[in-house]
């Protein structure tokens, strides 16, 4: 492994992100998706200059490094909006308890029956969470970490079409309720349309999205181990 | 650059306290992430006042506004799983459009109960997210 290589799959990488960026701000529309569009430039780029993935390995534990202290920061929004959470602490747990028991239990289930197999569906479990920590817990249950990542921001993209659409359809109103749905279903793509709604969705949607992290990480492995046949 | 002599040691600390998490998370046998853990410590280390936000603000801010970078590298690992995607798609898809449903309907059903009896009340404002 030379170090060149590992120069030249970071330089890709990074310019892959620049253009995303720059992509999704002019054209800000949730297919557009920054990640999205990275990976497959990035992918495409490989395929077409013969670099494996095994090859990528050493760029990618450099770039991932900062992973780690980035997913400790997301308690800054949480501690940021305290005040709304203890203002309204139980409907919030209450609401991110039900929705994302449910929605775990629907998405094994629902898995099972459509005859996927075991390392996809424990990789679809913790789909509804940010990336970092979806990927962790995935790890936990012994799926595949690439598998979640891309789950997770399907997810998020199906979800910022899907969230409006149901809340609207059942006339859920309350701006704090609206951003709890966001924040648990879609992460952080939920929590930017959560703010462009209002600034209550948005911080409402931030704590729910910390919150639902932790609660999954905690319920996934018990749900997937009584649940999977 | 001056900015930088803030913020490499606000990053510095976010990354002990990560690794933090993770000791805690080995010794202590919980099914949880080391991640989660350390995001847990530093909210509880905040809230009691031990770290001032003014200590780790800059550098966390800068991380989670490129946030999205971190996860690129991991999805690019879908390049082994090519052929997975035009097998079973569709039903991935479904999946996730059933899970999500149902988790949104059960979340929009129980605030439904909640603002009928009063308890959430929306007139404080505060600060944007992420």
């Known amino acids: 492994m030379n170090i060149l290589l590992i120069l030249i799959t970071i330089m890709i990488t990074i310019g ?112 509804s969470v940010t990336v970092p920590i979806a990927v962790s817990i995935s790890k936990i249950l012994e799926g595949d970490a690439s598998l979640t990542s891309v789950f997770v921001i399907a997810t998020g993209i199906l979800g910022t079409f899907l969230t409006p659409f149901l809340l609207n359809l059942f006339k859920v109103t309350n701006p704090l309720a609206r951003g709890i749905v966001y924040g648990t279903t879609a992460h952080g793509q939920g929590t930017a349309m959560a703010l462009a709604e209002g600034s209550i969705q948005g911080s409402m949607s931030g704590v729910a999205m910390g919150l639902a992290a932790i609660y999954t990480s905690f319920a996934a492995p018990f749900l997937v181990s009584h649940l999977l046949i | ?73 991991i999805a690019v690992g879908l390049m ?3 052929g997975l995607f035009q097998l079973s798609g569709l039903q991935l898809t479904l999946v996730i459009l059933i899970g999500s449903s149902v988790g949104i309907l059960v979340m929009g059903s129980v605030s439904k109960i909640f603002s009928r009896s009063g308890s959430a009340n929306g007139n404080q404002s505060a600060k944007g997210g992420i």
């Not at chain 1, 308690?75 to 775990?104: M, Q, W």
């Not at chain 1, 629907?106 to 898995?111: E, G, K, N, Q, S």
């Not at chain 2, 990560?18 to 080391?34: D, M, R």
């Open chain 2, 1 to 73: 650059m001056n900015r930088w002599f803030r913020v490499i040691p606000q990053i510095t600390l976010l990354w002990v306290i990560y690794k933090t998490g993770n000791i805690l998370a080995e010794i202590t046998h919980l099914p949880v992430p080391g991640n989660v853990c350390g995001m847990i410590l530093l909210f509880v280390l905040l809230l009691a006042g031990i770290i001032p936000i003014a200590w780790v603000e800059e550098g966390a801010d800068l991380l989670l506004r490129h946030l999205a970078f971190f996860f690129i590298p």
């Open chain 1, 16 to 127: 892959a992100y620049s253009l995303s960026r720059f992509i999704n701000k002019r054209y800000p529309h949730p297919l557009l998706n920054v990640v999205f569009l990275s990976t497959a430039v990035i992918i495409f780029v490989f395929l077409a200059a013969g670099i494996s993935f095994t090859q990528y390995q050493p760029g990618l534990n450099i770039m991932t490094f900062l992973l780690g202290p980035a997913t400790v920061a997301l308690a800054i929004p949480l501690y940021r909006n305290r005040k709304i959470l203890s203002a309204n602490f139980i409907p919030v747990v209450v609401g991110i308890v039900f929705g994302t028991t449910a929605n775990i239990i629907t998405t094994i289930l629902a898995a099972e029956f459509l005859g996927l197999n075991k390392v996809m569906v424990v990789s679809l479990a913790p789909k």
């Open chain 2, 80 to 82: 082994q799983w090519v």
